[in-house]
Nanobody, 116 residues
Framework: QVQVEESGGGLVQPGGSLRLACAYS????????VSWHRRSPGKQREQVAL???????RYSENVKGRFSISRDDAKNTVYLQMNNLKPEDSADYYC??????????WGPGTQVIVSS
């Protein structure tokens, strides 16, 4: 089993930046990819970025060019660098660890508010 916990959310002005962190623990060699998702009221959950064990990354069209996902294996942490934030980026952001076998693991989430 893998445990994940997000941090780094907060209030930021439009055009600003935030870096979210997803710390994971447990059966780490079993993790095949880690992804970031977001959900805001009235909208469906959206996958915004993912990084595979091999380092391949993928982004949603809504964040491509503004968000960057990376991984620090020494800290067992995946980061989501968010630049040029827009009000529509306001949401609860969740980290998901997908194992090769066993259940997926979601974190409790961290809130991002983009507002002036």
């Amino acid at each position: 089993q893998v445990q994940v916990e997000e941090s780094g959310g907060g209030l930021v002005q439009p055009g600003g930046s935030l870096r979210l962190a997803c710390a994971y623990s447990g059966n780490i060699p079993n993790i095949q990819l880690v992804s970031w998702h977001r959900r805001s009221p009235g909208k469906q959950r959206e996958q915004v970025a993912l990084i595979t064990r091999g380092g391949m990354t993928r982004y949603s069209e809504n964040v491509k060019g503004r968000f960057s996902i990376s991984r620090d294996d020494a800290k067992n942490t995946v980061y989501l660098q968010m630049n040029n934030l827009k009000p529509e980026d306001s949401a609860d952001y969740y980290c998901l660890a997908v194992p090769y076998d066993g259940p997926d693991s979601w974190g409790p989430g961290t809130q991002v508010i983009v507002s002036s």
